[in-house]
Nanobody
């Protein structure tokens, strides 16, 4: 599985941005997650989604502002960022977790994810 993110850029607080993650070698049953890492901070989970995993799951700081979705036909996962704040500035990474194919629950722990993209920078001012 290879993951390629796009859609990052600079924006003002209160705007909106949509990140995309295209997967090759993708199976719809993988769990797709978005993570971020700000300078000097550890990488943290933002949101995750998968077809058999019930409702999408978000970290508290983005609930009500970010929306994760996926288009299985296009092998693409999205992260819609609405009302962003300067604290959302980070490199955003897409990741895929194989364990979802085994029917196991997947959260936002980095160790649960097997495949990672190169990241796309988001800067909010």
């Amino acid at each position: 599985v290879q993951l390629v993110e796009s859609g990052g850029g600079s924006m003002q607080a209160g705007g909106s941005l949509r990140l995309s993650c295209v997967a090759s070698g993708y199976t719809y049953s993988y769990c797709m997650g978005w993570f971020r890492q700000a300078p000097g901070k550890e990488r943290e989970g933002v949101a995750r989604i998968w077809s058999s995993g019930g409702s999408p799951y978000y970290t508290d700081s983005v609930k009500g502002r970010f929306t994760i979705s996926q288009d299985n036909a296009r092998h693409t996962a999205y992260l819609q960022m609405d009302s962003p704040k300067p604290d959302d500035t980070a490199m955003y990474y897409c990741a895929a977790a194989h364990k979802a194919t085994l029917g196991l629950w997947v959260g936002l722990n980095l160790n649960e994810y097997n495949y990672w993209g190169q990241g796309t920078q988001v800067t909010v001012s």
